[in-house]
């Protein structure tokens, strides 16, 4: 079955770094554009950033650009979130998300697979 596992959640203080790695089975990786969303307590999930099958097309959340970068690996079937300069709003569990289409959606409601999230906590 299809499963994607995100990893590389952690604490971190307000400036630092963290990458995000989403790795992907049970499906044909490059025929998905990937997107990564995120949840705050008590707030709807949001999308932050996705990128297209081939990676030619990348999208972001306002709130994030410029700071954070996805990027995916077709070879490894994974998708990566680089995420600098980390605010103490960035504080969410964030998703990585599966869409079998060529251009991504910022919609979660037009993704086909989720992952169950990593804990990303930005201390001030």
């Known amino acids: 079955q299809v499963q994607l596992v995100e990893s590389g959640g952690g604490l971190v203080q307000a400036g630092d770094s963290l990458r995000l790695s989403c790795a992907a089975s049970?499906?044909?990786?490059?025929?998905?554009?990937m997107g990564w969303f995120r949840q705050a307590p008590g707030k709807a999930r949001e999308f932050v950033a996705a990128e297209s099958r081939r990676g030619a097309s990348t999208f972001y959340a306002d709130s994030v650009k410029g700071r954070f970068t996805i990027s995916r690996d077709n070879a490894k079937n994974t998708v990566y979130l680089q995420m600098n300069s980390l605010k103490t709003e960035d504080t969410a569990a964030y998703y990585c998300?599966?869409?079998?289409?060529?251009?991504?959606?910022?919609?979660?409601?037009?993704?086909?697979?989720w992952g169950q999230g990593t804990q990303v906590t930005v201390s001030s």
């Open positions: 049970g499906l044909t990786f490059s025929n998905y554009a």
């Open positions: 998300a599966a869409d079998m289409v060529w251009v991504p959606s910022k919609r979660e409601v037009d993704y086909d697979y």
